[in-house]
């Protein structure tokens, strides 16, 4: 029992924690909370190991931390699997449950607003590439700021095809960070310039690689 008594402790006290800072979905709290006690449990193991090996050779933090994993490799890979595991699923939570994604309409001089972003729709510029059979790129130039600082100058749009003119493809624009990416489309245009925009914000993407590196 007493074994089990800090991990929950660990759970409970990260839901209260989650809750407070504004986590309300249930499934997304739980599997969070979940998710940091695999977590700390994983590494109350390392720490337990590390601090056994200086207690018997000695030495430094990092080099006992080094002889955890030395000692026995396959135990020690296998809980950073668990680590893996935890934040891939983090980053799962994050990047659905929290997406936000919007479509707007909107000229040239025109702003609108996503989750803390302000995108400012330049205008519809050309580019001629001339390589792999691109007759032309129509692209949207967006330039993207939150609070008054610039944060990313987007260019989505749609590529036509010399032999394929009426089966154009998307460009898709991506600004990532460690705490979310900004996914842009462009639909298409009017004369006008008026254009169509979609955008999705996706938090804690870029965890899902990372999650999958370690694990």
């Given at each position: 029992?007493?074994?089990?008594r800090?991990?929950?402790?660990?759970?409970?006290?990260?839901?209260?924690?989650l809750?407070?800072?504004?986590?309300?979905?249930?499934?997304?709290?739980?599997a969070?909370?979940?998710?940091?006690?695999i977590?700390?449990?994983?590494?109350?193991?390392?720490?337990?190991?590390?601090?056994?090996?200086?207690?018997?050779?000695?030495?430094?933090w990092?080099?006992?931390?080094?002889?955890?994993?030395?000692?026995?490799?396959?135990?020690?890979?296998?809980?950073?699997?668990?680590?893996?595991?935890a934040?891939?699923?983090v980053a799962?939570?994050?990047?659905?449950?929290y997406?936000?994604?919007?479509?707007?309409?909107?000229?040239?001089?025109?702003?609108?607003?996503?989750?803390?972003?302000?995108f400012?729709?330049?205008?519809?510029?050309?580019?001629?590439?001339?390589?792999?059979?691109?007759?032309?790129?129509?692209?949207?130039?967006?330039?993207?700021?939150?609070?008054?600082?610039?944060?990313?100058?987007?260019?989505?749009?749609?590529?036509?095809?010399?032999?394929?003119?009426?089966?154009?493809?998307?460009?898709?624009?991506?600004?990532?960070?460690?705490?979310?990416?900004?996914?842009?489309?462009?639909?298409?245009?009017?004369?006008?310039r008026r254009?169509?925009?979609?955008?999705?914000?996706?938090?804690?993407?870029?965890?899902?690689w990372?999650?999958?590196?370690?694990?």
């Amino acid at each position: 029992v007493r074994r089990f008594r800090t991990p929950a402790l660990v759970a409970v006290g990260s839901w209260l924690v989650l809750g407070a800072l504004g986590m309300r979905v249930p499934s997304a709290l739980a599997a969070t909370g979940l998710c940091v006690t695999i977590a700390f449990v994983t590494l109350r193991e390392y720490y337990v190991g590390a601090r056994g090996l200086r207690a018997a050779r000695g030495g430094s933090w990092p080099r006992a931390v080094l002889g955890v994993f030395g000692r026995d490799p396959r135990r020690t890979g296998g809980y950073l699997v668990h680590i893996g595991v935890a934040v891939m699923a983090v980053a799962v939570v994050g990047s659905t449950v929290y997406q936000q994604q919007t479509r707007h309409i909107v000229a040239p001089g025109d702003d609108f607003d996503v989750a803390g972003y302000t995108f400012h729709y330049d205008d519809l510029v050309a580019r001629s590439p001339g390589v792999n059979g691109i007759e032309v790129e129509g692209l949207t130039r967006l330039e993207v700021t939150r609070d008054g600082t610039p944060v990313a100058t987007l260019e989505p749009g749609r590529r036509f095809f010399t032999n394929f003119p009426d089966q154009p493809t998307a460009i898709v624009a991506v600004d990532s960070t460690l705490t979310r990416d900004l996914y842009v489309f462009t639909q298409g245009w009017d004369q006008e310039r008026r254009a169509e925009i979609q955008v999705f914000v996706n938090p804690l993407a870029k965890w899902l690689w990372i999650g999958g590196g370690i694990y």
